[in-house]
């Protein structure tokens, strides 16, 4: 019986870890898309340079602007106003 709490603690906690390596993974392309769309929506070469620069000081793999408390809203209120990624031109950003 013990083998059996063992093996399934075990499997508990590598699932644990596999969902919180997607969780991060969610997060990190959320970060790469935005940052991406905020260079493709940049009004000058010099804006996008500036981007650039201050994203190469920073790092993607951060999530304090995300709430990990489990307090969603998808009501259509709050989707109205949310961010829509135009993909077809995130494919178009070139960093240089």
Not at 6 to 14: G, I, T
Not at 77 to 82: A, P, R, W
């Amino acid at each position: 019986m013990e083998k059996c709490n063992d093996a399934l603690e075990r499997s508990k906690a590598f699932q644990t870890g596999l969902f919180k390596r997607l969780i991060e993974n969610a997060i990190i392309c959320w970060n790469y898309m935005y940052l991406s769309q905020k260079i493709y929506d940049a009004g000058s070469v010099a804006e996008k340079k500036s981007l650039i620069n201050t994203i190469k000081n920073g790092s993607v793999v951060a999530w304090q602007h995300i709430n990990l408390q489990g307090e969603y809203d998808f009501s259509e209120g709050v989707l109205k106003n949310s961010i829509i990624f135009r993909l077809p031109e995130l494919l178009e950003v070139q960093v240089f």
